[in-house]
Each structure stands twice: as structure tokens, then as C-alpha cells.
């Protein structure tokens, strides 16, 4: 019986033979594509176990990693909540990253190249390399102020966005988007609950998952006006000269009149510059625009950031939230030849002119900072895990120069006098100099009107403080004065509390 | 029985021939052999515990000790009541038990909270359990040992054990799946929160039957009739049991939904009886038989489900796992991703996920420890199990009565089908079903059948290795064996 059982011994030995080949075939052939797998929750769960570092402002954590005892070992918490929810994103469990939470995800996770100094001395130690710190350029102040004077504006506005920035340097001092949410409930490790508060959002009237500070673009309104005063400036009209005007101006080859927003606004036939700017004259800068014709125009509108399609705010040296390009749009007929009625019409911001918020804030801040404009930021610095060492300090750059250092001081003078004698009173600040515009803008005929205001202050030296613009969306009538003083209130608390530069 | 012609050549027949060399018990060797295991038991218990608790506790070295302290007990024994059984038996084994308490410590470790986790005694959780469960089995392993002083004193009681196999074989099919169905495979008795798999215990039964009834009918069975092919096919009526036995393996299948028990007793006595007659032709005759049973309960499965379905199923998930990686093939996903997030070296004890893993402690307990230790991590557990196999198959040879031979090559071959079964289950090279893994898996009466199997095993070894009186003369057999049989005589070794 020896023989048969040395045979079963082999057939044992194949038996493990074939084991040994298919192991080899599952752990090492096919060990990659198992390990990356959609189906594995080790890769989930290996995410979650190192701590991912925090999103900072004015010293304040606004997006922290908690130990649970739960599988996945850090849960991410949000406890600004809904105030910061546009600028943070969120980190969900499964599904993708948004805001910062996606733009800074290597830096956060600890997997970026900049921390391999920290992985290497973890590796030796045996400790578990946190991720890195990323600290905002926000004011929480003027963040604050932001959140909850959009939520409980006075006209009843439902959507709508501010955003201030440091003119002197592009740092971003608060970005709100309305309606906003709360990031938490999507950043759950209970999968179930992330997708339903998921739905439920993303389903919501007025899109809160929407940033419309950087991807909303809306049809600027008079705000636009100081694109076309640029113009104006830089092609031999002065602030005092006097332009056409009118209480009605049908443009040539079209019968729709352009109208002002009452007819105690520049009824006479010419008015100077700085009053059409200061009572917002539609049919003075409708002529102006003729006159100047589309090239001037949308040459301008390119200098100070219009078309600009791969514009980011995040680190100023790379990556960051995209920002939609805003578009002066077709001012031509059909056969390529200038369409007046549009030109006109498209000079007060209406026609296929759309902007988003952000523009209409780096408008503002150009002309506050002696037509610098500087590279809007978010991210003031990187801390390393362990927060001593300090990685990435920014350093403010100038994005472009779309007005010499003149014309900004006249579209100053012009935009302090709407803030002192016009439209733009409610944005008025004691002790500050404060400029602005205002913008209504129609979307379609059935919707209420956009209310718009852009805007700076200047502190007694004449230094630019802080550049702003709010956009109520559907607001109506009072919505740009609503507007107006809503970013007078930001700015206000911008200047006492400047956030990171 | 060419090695019986020429002893020399083997070594474990070397005691056999006293003027040539001293037979030895090696059992200094077996206890240094012990301590090295139960050294590494103690090390990957440390190991675990600087990567899930981030500290080795005071107390790491714990259950390592109360397993050694039991080993050695184990180790006493067999020196004083089997001073020449195979001395890598019982370390080989120590070590896979150790690793699988250790294991399944380490998974209650990650499934404890910081504060449950210093209330983790000794005793406490799966690996606590499984710990006392070894210390049973281990008593119930040198009990046997001790009333067992001669293997063959077994083969009195050989149909009251065949007849136990069957009843336990299809006790779970006949019991309302209340309290006999756990993940869709009938092989348990539930009692309360208590349950055994009878299975476990019916293949040592079940093996003493086919033994001793092999060494009776080898004669008729070895007959052949036709030959056809250049193989000598045996007469149509000598192919009753088998095809008894293939039934009965036929309605595991079918009514306890578990191709891997039916594949392991058809194998299991396939491979007896090819041992017993030396015909290659059983063995193809049972091949055919299984596959085609096997095909038949697929086509069937596909065609009128009912009983059939579970297996179709199983067959449909084997081949395309991913097809459903959410629900039906969601623990065979799980299980391949584990070996494959695992790779050549692991991710270290305590490193994986195991938690991941369903039916981890049971049925995946090998892809779970793969995750950790890797291909090369496994290789080894592979190699410990061909160790211990091998070793059992050594005893076959080496033992002089058939009963014996029958007995160790059939006990030794039954572990490593039941080895090939679920690890071949859980890394699809084979369908997937619910068997345990030998000395790994928790499970109380798992660990016990193997404990007892392994009792076997070195007593037959000891019987195999234990030196005779005088050179060329008989067997050193305590009286009261039963009559030495026809197959011993010399007369064989004439036969081609």
C-alpha cells in the first residue's frame, strides 16, 4: 500500500502547488488592480486613519479631523457649518471633494511632496504622518458679517453672493454664497445619511451647493459703467467733461429706447462724467458706448479680468477654485458689422455682458489700488503637521494693470462721489473714504431685477483697505441700495479685523 | 508494498533494523521545536499589539504562555504514552493553532473600543474563546491518546463509527434549518448559542469505517475484470459502495448546499480506497463520478433550481465574482481584494482591514491573515500544512498494518483536501464553500475534530516508528489487536 499512498502524497503536494500558483496569481499579478479596486474599503479606510490637518482663519479651525471609534477613525467636522461651506467644501467618504478640501487635498492628507521631509522622520519613528495645516486669508469678522447680512437682508432675496478682497494684495477677506449648507451631514461616515443630506441638496431650490461668488455669472448692471468710464477716461474724456445725455436714447437702426431708472436722472442734454457715474445716467453711458464703440469696450472689460477663463483663487502660486470667465458677449449683427442697439445696450451692463461677483470685486479693487490689480489668494500659508515649520507664506502678485495710475484716481473720485452724493449712500463708513457703484440689472422679463453694488474703502492715508461686491440675486427695487449697504458693513468689519495678508 | 520489501530505503522504517541505527524519539527535539512556535506565537501577539494599539501591553505574552503551558501538557503526554510519534507534528500544529488565537485576538482587538480594550482578559472575545477551545480540545486530544494505546483497537468498534459518521453527516439535512442553517449552508446543530458542525467529528468516524472495511474487501475491490485503455476497470458489482458513498455525498450537496464537505468525503474515500486496491482506475472512476455529479447539479441548478440552485449559484459567483460585487459575490470580492491589498510581503500583523472581511473568523480567516502577512506569509502556513500532511502520509508508510496505512494516509489526505477546499474557496481557484480552516478558523468543534485527528495521526506514527523486537520479527503488538491479517504476509511482495 506504500506505493499509492507516496502517489497521494504527489497529488497532495500538486494539490498546494496549485494553491502556492494561485495565491501568486492573486498577490502579486493581480495584487494592483485588487488593492486600487472600487470594491476595496481598505483604501477608504487607510485615508481615514492618518489625521487629515486642519483649514484655519484668524486662528480659528474651520475644518478639523475628530478620532471616532468607529472604522474609519477621523470624522471630518465643519464647525463654522453652513458659513464656510463655499470656501472649505467638504470631504465626503465616498464620492469627491469639493472647495478647498479638494484643492488642497495632498497638502491636507499629508500625501503631498511638500511634507516628505515629515513622512520620512514619521517612517523612522513609527508615528502615523498627520496632514498639513492650511491656513485661509479670511476674516472671520467680515466672513460673519457677510453670512448674515445676506441671509437676512432686507428685500427678501433668497440668492445671492459677497465677496471682499484686500486690494493691496488679492487676499480674499470674505466669500459667501446664499443659499449656503451645512457640510457636515455630507462629510458623515454613515454613508446612507451623506447621500440622502446629498439629494436633498443638490435637489434644493436656489442650488446651495452652487458657489456664486466665483461660478455665478450675472449681468453686471451700472456696475459695468466703470468699465466704460475707464474707457472713456483713457480716450480723452475727462471726469468733468460733459457727454450727451437724455431722459430717452433709441440707438440708431433699433426701435427699443433705453430709458433712465427715473426721469429725474440726467434729463438734460449733457451732463458731465463724474454725474452720470454718481446718478448712474443710462443713456449718457449708452451714447458714451457708441461713441467709443465695442472694441474699446471690450478691450477694457479683458484688461480688468473680463474672458479670463483659468483664473483660480486658492494658493496664489497654483491650483485653487475655479472661476468662471466673465463675458462681455456679442455686441455685432448677424453679418459681423456693429449692432448699436446692442453696443448701447450692453455699455450699461445688460444685453450678453455677465460677471461673476469676484469680478465685480477685482474691478473695485483695481481702481482702489491705483489700478494694480493683485491675484486674488485664499491660502495665506501651509503649517506642516507638526506646525512649526511654515511652508508656501504667499506673496501677493500683481495680476494685471488695467487702468494707469491717473484714470484710477479719477474713477475713484467718481465712485466716492456715488457712495457720497448717489446712488451708493447706504455703503457710507465712518472715518473711511468709500467708493462704489451700484447696478440693477434685468435678467428677463418676468424676473425681478439683480441688485448689484462694487466698491472700496480707503483708510485716512488713502490706502486701499478693502474692495467688495454684493450681489442680491432677483432682488427688485432696493436691491442694489440693500446691496450697497450690505457691503458697506463688510468692509467695515474687514477693516477691523483684516484677516491674513 | 515495494517499501516493506526494502525497508532500508526509507527512514522511518529505520528503527526497524536496530543493528544499523538506535530508533530515536526525538522528543527534546519536538519540545525545542514547541518553544520555537510558540517564540513566534508570542512575537506576532507583540507584533499585533504595536500596530492596533499603537503599545505592546505588559501583558502580550499572555496567551502565548497559556499555550505553551498547554502544548507542553500535550507534549508530557505523548512522551510518556507515545514516546515515538512524529516529533513535528505537535509543534507544526501548536504553531497554526497559536497563530489563529493570536489572529482572532487581533480582531477583537480592532473591534474593541479604547475602553473595551483593557478589559480584554485572557479569555475574553473570539481569541479568548478559541483560546479555551484549544486547551478542551488539547485535553480531549491526550485523553484519546491515553485510551488509545494501539490504533487498531479502534477498528473493533468500525461500524458503530460508520454508522455515527452517516447519522452526523446527515443530521444537519434532516433538522429544520432553524436550528441548522448558518449563511445558507445546513452543516450546524444550534443549540442556544452554541453550535457544532457534526461534520467535523463524522470524518474521523467515517474514516475508521472506510479503513477497516477497505482492509476487508481490498481483495474483491483490486479485482479487476476489463481493462480497457491499458486500465483495469473493476466488475460493475464491486462499484456498489462507491457508488453508496457517492450518493450520500451527492445528497450533502444537494440538502446541506455544500459542494466542499461533499468534495471532501467523496475525496476522502476515493482516496482510501485507491490506496487500499492500488488501482488508478478507482481513482478516475471517482473523478468522473464527482464532476459529472457536480455538472449534473449545475445543469439542474440552472434548469430547475429548487434544491439544485445554492450550488448553481455558487458555481455562477465563482466565475464572476465581480459580477455582483455588492451582494452575491460580495464576500469572494472582499476576499480577493484582501489578498490583493496583502501583495508579496502584507501589511504587517495588525496592519489590514480585516473588519472588512465577512465571516472573517470562519470562512475567510486565511484571506484575512493573508491581508497581513502577504504571499510569502501564506506560503509559509501553506508550508506548515504540506508539513504536517506529509508527516501524516509518513506515518502511513511507516506503520506495518493496513488498517494503520488506511487509517494516517486517509486522515493526513481528508486535511489537506479540507486545506486545498477553503483556500482554494477563497482565492477562486475553486467555488467557494463554507469550511473551516484546520487549527485556524474559530469554532470549538472544528478545532476538537482536528485535535483528535492529529491524536490519531501520532499515535499511528508512533506505532510506525516504534522499534521491533528483533531484527526482521514481528510487530511489538499489545495483545488483545485483532488477528494479523492476510495482506501482512509476506506473500505480497510477489505481486507486480
Known amino acids: ?48 486613519d492618518r489625521k487629515r490637518g486642519n483649514i484655519e482663519a484668524g486662528g480659528t479651525a474651520l475644518a478639523v ?59 523612522v519613528t513609527g508615528d502615523r504622518t498627520a496632514g498639513g495645516n492650511v491656513l485661509l486669508t479670511l476674516s472671520r469678522q467680515a466672513q460673519d458679517t457677510a453670512y448674515d447680512e445676506l441671509r437676512n437682508n432686507n428685500v427678501g432675496a433668497t440668492k445671492g453672493a459677497a465677496i471682499a478682497i484686500d486690494p493691496s494684495t488679492g487676499a480674499v477677506q470674505a466669500l459667501v454664497s446664499m443659499p449656503s449648507f451645512d457640510p457636515n451631514p455630507l462629510a458623515s461616515h454613515d454613508t446612507n ?71 429725474s436722472i440726467c434729463p438734460q442734454a449733457q451732463v458731465t462724467l463724474m454725474t452720470a457715474v454718481t446718478d448712474s445716467c443710462n443713456t449718457g453711458f449708452a451714447k458714451l458706448g457708441v461713441q467709443l464703440g465695442p472694441d474699446v469696450i471690450k478691450e477694457k472689460s479683458r484688461q480688468f479680468g473680463f474672458e479670463q477663463e483659468d483664473l483660480t483663487v486658492g494658493r496664489l502660486g497654483e491650483g485653487g477654485l475655479g472661476v468662471e470667465a466673465s463675458r462681455t458677449g ?64 504667499a506673496d501677493p502678485r500683481e495680476l494685471r494693470r488695467p487702468v494707469s495710475g491717473q484714470v484710477a484716481a479719477d474713477l475713484r473720485d467718481m465712485m466716492v462721489s456715488v457712495v457720497e452724493n448717489g446712488t451708493g449712500r447706504n455703503a457710507r463708513i465712518n472715518g473711511y473714504t468709500v467708493g462704489g457703484k451700484t447696478g440693477t440689472a434685468q435678467s428677463a422679463p418676468d424676473r425681478p431685477d439683480h441688485g448689484w453694488f462694487i466698491g472700496f474703502a480707503l483708510d485716512s492715508n488713502g490706502n486701499a483697505v478693502s474692495a467688495v461686491c454684493v450681489v442680491l440675486e432677483e432682488a427688485g427695487s432696493g436691491g442694489s441700495a440693500e446691496a450697497a449697504r450690505i457691503a458697506g458693513r463688510i468692509m467695515r468689519a474687514a477693516i477691523a479685523q483684516p484677516g491674513g495678508r | 508494498m515495494t517499501a516493506a520489501a526494502t525497508p532500508a530505503s526509507s527512514p522511518a522504517t529505520a528503527g ?45 505574552w499572555v496567551p502565548a504562555a497559556a499555550l505553551t503551558a498547554v502544548f507542553l501538557g500535550m507534549h508530557l503526554v505523548i512522551r510518556f504514552l507515545a514516546p515515538f510519534a512524529d516529533p513535528a507534528l505537535l509543534p507544526a500544529v501548536a504553531l497554526l493553532n497559536g497563530l489563529g ?47 488509545m494505546r494501539d490504533h487498531r483497537s479502534v477498528s473493533r468498534y468500525a461500524y458503530t463509527l460508520g454508522l455515527a459518521g452517516i447519522v452526523l453527516v446527515m443530521l444537519p439535512a434532516v433538522l429544520p434549518a432553524s436550528i441548522s442553517e448558518i449563511n445558507g449552508a445546513k452543516l450546524w446543530v444550534r443549540i442556544g448559542s452554541f453550535s457544532i458542525q457534526p461534520g467535523e467529528f463524522a470524518k474521523l468516524a467515517l474514516l475508521v469505517f472506510f479503513a477497516y472495511y477497505l482492509v476487508r474487501k481490498r481483495e474483491v475491490l483490486s479485482l479487476a475484470s476489463h481493462r480497457f485503455l491499458g486500465i483495469d476497470f473493476p466488475r460493475g458489482r ?68 429548487g434544491p439544485f440552485a445554492n450550488f448553481y449559484l455558487r458555481a455562477q459567483i465563482w466565475l464572476d465574482p465581480f459580477a455582483q460585487p455588492y451582494d452575491d ?168
Not at chain 1, 83 to 89: D, N, Q, S, T
Not at chain 2, 105 to 113: P, W
Not at chain 2, 116 to 139: C, N
Open chain 2, 101 to 147: 488565537v493570536g489572529f482572532l485576538r487581533r480582531l477583537d482587538l480592532a473591534r474593541a473600543t479604547p475602553e473595551e480594550r483593557a478589559d480584554l482578559t485572557i479569555f475574553a472575545g473570539i481569541g479568548g474563546r478559541q483560546l479555551a477551545w484549544t486547551l478542551i480540545s488539547v485535553i480531549l486530544a491526550a485523553t484519546l491518546l491515553a485510551v
Open chain 2, 16 to 60: 526497524e533494523r536496530p543493528g544499523v541505527r538506535m530508533a530515536r524519539s526525538r522528543r527534546n527535539a519536538e519540545l525545542s521545536l514547541l518553544f520555537l512556535a510558540m517564540a513566534l506565537v508570542a512575537a506576532y501577539g507583540a507584533m499585533v499589539e504595536a500596530k492596533v494599539l499603537d503599545t505592546v501591553t505588559p501583558g502580550f
Open chain 1, 193 to 263: 445619511e451623506a447621500t440622502s443630506a446629498y439629494n436633498e441638496l443638490e435637489q434644493a431650490a436656489g442650488r446651495p451647493l452652487r458657489n456664486r461668488a466665483l461660478a455665478e455669472v450675472l449681468p453686471p448692471g451700472s456696475t459695468f459703467k466703470i468699465v466704460v468710464a475707464a474707457a472713456a477716461l483713457e480716450n480723452g474724456i475727462g471726469k468733468e467733461t460733459q457727454i450727451p445725455a437724455g431722459s430717452s436714447y433709441t440707438p440708431p437702426t433699433s426701435g427699443e429706447p433705453i430709458r433712465n431708472a427715473a426721469p
Open chain 1, 330 to 393: 456679442s455686441m455685432e449683427n448677424p453679418d459681423g458689422g456693429v449692432d448699436p442697439a446692442a453696443l448701447a445696450q450692453s455699455s450699461i451692463g445688460q444685453r450678453d455682458v455677465r460677471m461673476t461677483p469676484l469680478q465685480g470685486a477685482m474691478i473695485a479693487a483695481a481702481v482702489a489700488h491705483n489700478g494694480s490689480q493683485m491675484r486674488p489668494y485664499l491660502v495665506r500659508q501651509l503649517l506642516a503637521p507638526d506646525r512649526t515649520t511654515v511652508y508656501d507664506t
Open chain 2, 238 to 305: 464491486d462499484l456498489g459502495p462507491v457508488l453508496v458513498v457517492w450518493v450520500i455525498s451527492l445528497l450533502v450537496l444537494v440538502f446541506e448546499k455544500d459542494l466542499g464537505t461533499s468534495l471532501l468525503y467523496f475525496g476522502m474515500f476515493v482516496a482510501t480506497v485507491y490506496i487500499a486496491t492500488e488501482r488508478v482506475s478507482w481513482l478516475l472512476i471517482g473523478l468522473v463520478l464527482f464532476f459529472g455529479g457536480a455538472y449534473l447539479a449545475y445543469v439542474l441548478g440552472e434548469a430547475v433550481g
Open chain 2, 329 to 496: 459575490g460580495y464576500q469572494l470580492v472582499q476576499g480577493l481584494l484582501a489578498l490583493g491589498t496583502g501583495g508579496l510581503f502584507g501589511a504587517g500583523p495588525g496592519g489590514g482591514q480585516p473588519l472588512l472581511l465577512p465571516e472573517v473568523q470562519n470562512d475567510f480567516i486565511f484571506a484575512g491573515i493573508g491581508e497581513e502577512i502577504g504571499l510569502f506569509g501564506l506560503s509559509a502556513l501553506l508550508v506548515i500544512y504540506l508539513l504536517i500532511v506529509e508527516r501524516g502520509l509518513r506515518a502511513a508508510l511507516a506503520v506495518r498494518d493496513s488498517f494503520g496505512k488506511l487509517l494516517a494516509g486517509g486522515l493526513a489526505f481528508t486535511l489537506a483536501l479540507q486545506v486545498f477546499v477553503i483556500v482554494g474557496g477563497i482565492s477562486k481557484l475553486i467555488p467557494l464553500t463554507g469550511q473551516t480552516t484546520p487549527f485556524l478558523s474559530a469554532g470549538g468543534s472544528s478545532l476538537m475534530a482536528n485535535w483528535l485527528l492529529i491524536a490519531v495521526l501520532l499515535r499511528v506514527s508512533d506505532a510506525g516508528r516504534r522499534p521491533v523486537n528483533g531484527v526482521g520479527g514481528k510487530v511489538n503488538r499489545p495483545s488483545g489487536g485483532p488477528p494479523e491479517q492476510l495482506h501482512g504476509a509476506p506473500t505480497e511482495v510477489i505481486k507486480p
Open chain 1, 1 to 48: 500500500m506504500n506505493a499509492p499512498l507516496r502517489r497521494v502524497g504527489i497529488v497532495v503536494i500538486v494539490l498546494f502547488g496549485l494553491l502556492f500558483a494561485n495565491l501568486n496569481w492573486i498577490q502579486a499579478y493581480k495584487a494592483d488592480e485588487y488593492r486600487t479596486s472600487d470594491y476595496n474599503g481598505r483604501v477608504q479606510v487607510a485615508k481615514y
Open chain 1, 65 to 123: 479631523s475628530k478620532e471616532t471609534d468607529g472604522e474609519l477613525k477621523y470624522l471630518r467636522t465643519y464647525p463654522g457649518g453652513a458659513k464656510y461651506a463655499h470656501v472649505l467644501g467638504y470631504e465626503p467618504v465616498n464620492g469627491t471633494a469639493t472647495g478647498l478640501e479638494r484643492v488642497e487635498n495632498d497638502f491636507l492628507a499629508g500625501t503631498s511632496d511638500q511634507l516628505i521631509v515629515n513622512r520620512l522622520r514619521d517612517m
